[in-house]
């Protein structure tokens, strides 16, 4: 479905003098034509919408490709690290941690009574 609200005539690509290219901007809201379209010079400043070629559809490559796949290896990867060696990090950490608390600790206080 293509939606199009041209005024009656429009657009006829009018050319003025000093103006050979025509009307080649869109405007709403004109005088002439309330809530229809008009074409219109481009370089008169008021409520327009310039003409320019559309762009091109998104294209997937396989620049793109590849690189979804490497992240997703990537990703896959560290879920695998984390599951396999995660148990054994936090053994390793917690084991530290209980050594370092069960070591005496000593100090002087000078306000302490003996």
Known sequence: IVYKNWGPGQPNNHQTAGHKEGQDCAEIGSQKFKTQWND????????????????????VGAE???????????????????IIFGPRLYRSIRQKTASNANTAMSFNNPMAAS
């Not at 219109?40 to 327009?48: E, L, M, P, R, Y």
């Not at 590849?66 to 560290?78: D, E, K, L, P, Q």
């Open 40 to 59: 219109a010079d481009c370089t008169i400043a008021h409520k327009f919408i310039c003409e320019r070629p559309a762009r091109p559809p998104l294209k």
């Open 64 to 82: 793109v490709i590849v690189g979804i796949i490497i992240a997703v290896v990537t990703v896959c990867g560290a879920i695998i690290a984390a």
